[in-house]
């Protein structure tokens, strides 16, 4: 066999370069090419004019290519700081000392040549990889090294100062959190305080005789920093305690909930969120204690069984006030809920939140609360409107919180049930409705004999179409009129407003509302996010009308884009230069 066709095994990274369509041969003449360029370059251009005139087609337009990019770059750096910086002791031409900057500073080194350091001045072999100095030459391996090392440093340093900063990285985004929990200016004492102690929680051993409000700041602070747990717990575990709200008690296990009921033999109130552990066992262990909680709070306590629920309402159920249960999934049912009637005679606070066993037949079972005052729902099964008259026609006189979620199907009939039988309510909270109209929203307000609102969320009740979302020919959802019938009934009173979604209220309506001559002295927290019509001027109006708000949220309101915010208020959903969040800055 011909020795020329001697052929072997190939490697792993020849088969790979050869999937790649990437030669060696090709790489070693770009390779070569290159170096040739910058040796001519480097050389000078004397014999351009003959080298053009032995080039092929194609190598002639790179060449003059190359030329027009060097003119421009040359060009350029007649405008920079480092050209006038030579200038102010250079007596060369401007061209010559532009073209000098050039061959210093943007010529690549030539592999294969012997050249002195800049710094150390050692002489030394140059590579493609060879890095230049601040003065254009050229650095040794050690020399470049030591400069990557100092930038390296630099650039982490700046990095760090940015992040710290009131405008640069988590120092931003904590400026931001800060706004966004209402912390507007410098923190206060006792903010301080808590966090100091947070941060050191391991070295505590007692709160001491804290109030209830510092004591409860302090357990907001460990719950947001995930660090409740047994051995803290022991810090909020007092003989003469009457509240106990843990905002995560996630890391607690059933021997850690009978350690409260315990030591806390004068426990009322108890407030417990992610309670995954809260089980029958716990259950049972408090129905075997004498205390009698006349407040209970419990959310994601899903292992607890209907049979246990029902247990400890006969038992315990006479003083109890209040129940407020979320995540209950399907234990807590339409035979609880009957059960209230007869076994908690003096409850007056009910919220059921996402709970997925809870229907109609169990709504209507609630209009038997004799005593209740404030109600509020949100199930995962649809609900209509029959069972809700049913109770406003049986309790709606004494409600003072009505407040149910996620209703696509409740209608106007409800609307009126409202006008007709409640005179007390101070909160109103009605969302996600697909069926209640406009007009529906005027009469409830029209007259009404209710006194006026405090607080009114009426989140996405608005008018549904995927194929025409802007087209609302029928003025399904709270609308134009229905706001101007609100404001004129509860405007004065209201403290808290959430029109969230609500698109079909018109620009328009926003200037009646907020007018030059109206005014809304106690109005504290707006939302009108995704209203589409309100600009600039509407949300000055509100500011002017509004002297005690606080926040005011626009989020996908693409007509605000410069507004001039009160000093002291905050307007949230502005996604510009200066932050999602801006406090107002203006006198």
């Known amino acids: 066999m011909n020795g020329n066709g001697i052929r072997g095994p190939q490697s792993a990274l020849t088969d790979y370069l050869a999937s790649q369509n990437i030669s060696a041969a090709q790489i070693r003449f770009d390779a070569r090419t290159r170096a040739e360029d910058a040796q001519r370059a480097a050389g ?21 290519q190359k030329r027009k990019r060097q003119a421009q770059t040359i060009k350029k750096i007649k405008d920079t700081k480092l050209f006038k910086k030579h200038k102010s002791w250079c007596e060369m031409d401007d061209d010559d000392l532009a073209l000098d900057i050039y061959k210093r500073n943007y010529i690549p080194p030539v592999p294969g040549q012997i050249e002195n350091c800049e710094e150390c001045k050692k002489r030394f072999t140059v590579t493609a990889y060879t890095r230049k100095g601040p003065e254009g030459g050229f650095l040794c391996p ?55 102690l947070a941060n050191n929680i391991d070295l505590a051993d007692d709160l001491g005789h804290s109030s209830p409000q510092v004591i409860d700041r302090i ?27 843990l905002y995560d008690a996630a890391r607690l296990e059933p021997a850690d909930y009978e350690r ?40 994601g306590a899903n292992l607890i069984t209907e049979a246990c629920w029902e247990k400890y309402l006969k038992a315990k159920g006479d003083g109890l006030k209040a129940l407020r249960v979320y995540f209950t999934d399907k ?19 009910l919220k059921i939140c996402h709970n997925q066993e809870v229907s109609d037949e169990g709504i209507k079972h609630i209009a038997r609360l004799g005593n209740l005052k404030h109600l509020s729902l949100r199930l995962v099964k649809q609900t209509s409107t029959n069972p809700y008259i049913h ?71 608005r008018y549904v179409d995927a194929q025409a979302p802007r087209e609302n020919p ?25 029109v969230h979604g609500c ?50 949220n626009v989020f996908g309101c693409m007509k605000v884009k410069e507004v001039r915010v009160p000093r002291g208020k905050i307007l949230v959903g502005m996604p510009n230069a200066m932050g999602m969040v801006i406090e107002g800055t203006e006198d």
């Open 331 to 349: 234990h807590f049912s339409n035979k609880i809920v009957k059960s209230l009637q007869k076994y908690c005679p003096s409850l007056t606070h």
């Open 474 to 498: 029928h003025m399904v959802g709270f609308c134009s009129d229905g706001f101007r019938a609100m404001m004129n009934h509860s405007g004065k009173r209201l403290k808290k407003l959430s």
């Open 391 to 461: 109770v406003i026609k049986h309790i709606g006189k004494q409600l003072q919180t009505f407040s149910i979620r996620m209703v696509p199907e409740v209608d106007d009939r409800l609307l009126d049930a409202l006008h007709g039988h409640c005179t007390s309510l101070t909160k109103l909270r009605i969302t996600h409705s697909e069926q209640m109209t406009d007009a529906g929203f005027a009469r409830l307000f029209k007259d009404w004999k209710n006194r006026p609102l405090q607080f009114i969320d009426l989140e996405v009740c």
């Open 142 to 196: 050690k020399c470049s090294n030591k400069l990557a090392d100092e930038e390296k440093a630099a650039k982490k340093n700046g990095k760090k100062k940015a992040a710290t900063g009131p405008a640069g990285g988590k120092g931003r985004r904590k400026l931001m959190s800060q706004l966004l929990d209402g912390q507007v200016g410098v923190k206060s004492l006792l903010t301080l305080c808590v966090e100091t």
């Open 44 to 64: 000078g251009e004397e014999n351009e004019d003959e080298d053009d005139a032995a080039l092929s087609d194609t190598a002639r337009q790179a060449r003059a």
């Open 219 to 245: 357990a907001r602070q460990l719950s947001k920093r995930r660090l409740l747990n047994p051995r803290t717990l022991n810090l909020f575990l007092q003989s003469q305690a009457e509240d106990i709200c």
């Open 503 to 552: 698109r079909h209220i018109t620009a328009e309506a926003f200037e009646d509302v907020f007018s030059a001559d109206k005014t809304y002295p106690e109005l504290l927290d707006m939302e009108i996010s995704f209203c589409e019509d309100v600009t600039d001027f509407i949300v000055g109006s509100i500011f002017r009308c509004c002297p005690k708000l606080k926040k005011l």
């Open 260 to 299: 409260i009921f315990q030591t806390c033999s004068k426990l009322k109130n108890l407030k417990l969120r992610n309670a995954i552990q809260f089980k029958d066992s716990t259950m049972e262990y408090l129905i075997s204690r004498h205390i009698v909680l006349e407040s209970i709070y419990l959310h």
